[in-house]
Each structure stands twice: as structure tokens, then as C-alpha cells.
């Protein structure tokens, strides 16, 4: 099993001794770390209504593609579907900790380092969708702000990413974030009613 994805369950023999669990496993991790997350949604999809339980894997990946394609009620609901021995289990409940923060609009929950594949891809992902809305949000941010927002570990993280992304920092404080190519194409061409309402609830949960 890889050992870069989750740990199983180490009471369900499916999970432990099925090639075909392992092999469904591999392509499940294959699909996020290519971006397919349409297919995996799909596959993971079948295999739970085809399969019960389904995998633990199932139920992770597909948490994992959810909150990647930004479908978060999909993800809230898929969670109150995972039975509870899969809940207790450490490599889904410390994605869910990631997850739930996401859905809550929420500073982003960081589980603590190594971070397993499933779990580096969703903070990505989620770390770039609130850059995003910092710029389209934020005339200036602090530092220290931008870190606890973003779950960034040190104040080095932060600059790194302030720097990759072209942005100001005045004084090594003060943070100007500069508008993106997609911030400014929306507005220029008005912003939909749905990203207004994403916007107003950021700024108020943030």
C-alpha cells in the first residue's frame, strides 16, 4: 500500500488484505495527484454505492476531491456518511480537521507534518482559493494574518509566498496583495452573485 496515501483500518480485513482494495487504492491516489478529480469523484462515487461498506480509501479520496473542486456540501454530506469506525481512524479525522476548516471558512486547521498526499493537495488547493480571495478582498493584510489564514507554518512561508505571487511587502509587515489575471477579469466583467456572497462570507468569518 502506498505509503505516501492512508493508513487502513487495521480491523477491516478488506482493507488489509484485498489486492483489488490496494490496486483501487493506487488509482484513487493517481487521480488526485494528476487533477482528475472528475473521474475519481465518479469512480469513488460507484464504489460506494456498490460496495458497503466502501473502502476507507474511498471515503478520503473522495473527501479529498470534493473540497478540491470546492463542493463543500458534497463534502459535508459525504462526511456524515462515513461509518464511525472510519471517523475514529487518524488518516481521514486529521483530513476531515483540514476539511471541516475549509467548509467553515475557517484560518486553515493544518494537521500536523509529514503531511500524507491526500492532505498536501487539499491545503494547496485551499491555500490558493484563499490567496485568491485576499486579493480580491485586501487592499494590505499583516504577516502574521496572512500566515494564520492561509495555515502557513512561519513567517518564511509567508514570504515565499508573497514573493512567488508578486506581491508587496512594506516594512516586513505589511502585506499588498496584487489582484490575479482571474481577480481582475471579474472585475472588469462584474462579479456573479455567487462569488459576491463567497466574498462577504470570507471577510466575515475571517
Not at 494537521?111 to 494547496?124: G, W, Y
Not at 512561519?154 to 516586513?172: K, N, P, Y
Request: charged share 25%; hydrophobic share 35%.
Amino acid at each position: 500500500m502506498d505509503v505516501d496515501s492512508t493508513t487502513a483500518v487495521g480491523s477491516n480485513p478488506k482493507l488489509n488484505n484485498s489486492p483489488d482494495t490496494e490496486a483501487q487504492e493506487i488509482l484513487y491516489l493517481t487521480y488526485l495527484k494528476k487533477g482528475l478529480i472528475t473521474q475519481l469523484i465518479e469512480e469513488a462515487t460507484e464504489e460506494e454505492l456498490t460496495t458497503f461498506p466502501a473502502s476507507i480509501d474511498c471515503y478520503l479520496h473522495l473527501l479529498a476531491a470534493y473540497i478540491i473542486k470546492d463542493e463543500l456540501d458534497q463534502a459535508r454530506l459525504l462526511w456524515m456518511r462515513v461509518p464511525p469506525i472510519y471517523q475514529n481512524d487518524p488518516a481521514i479525522s486529521r483530513l476531515w480537521t483540514l476539511a471541516r476548516s475549509v467548509i467553515l471558512r475557517e484560518p486553515l486547521a493544518v494537521p500536523s507534518r509529514p503531511l500524507s498526499t491526500p492532505e498536501t493537495l487539499v491545503l494547496e488547493s485551499a491555500q490558493d482559493r484563499t490567496l485568491s480571495k485576499i486579493s480580491a478582498t485586501y487592499q494590505s493584510i499583516s504577516v502574521e494574518q496572512l500566515r494564520v489564514m492561509c495555515g502557513y507554518t512561519s513567517r518564511d512561508d509567508v514570504i515565499a509566498c508573497v514573493t512567488s505571487r508578486g506581491w508587496t511587502l512594506e516594512e516586513g509587515e505589511v502585506v499588498r496583495p496584487v489582484r490575479g489575471l482571474k481577480e481582475r477579469r471579474e472585475g472588469e466583467g462584474g462579479v456573479s452573485l455567487s462569488d459576491l456572497t463567497s466574498y462577504v462570507s470570507f471577510l466575515e468569518t475571517m
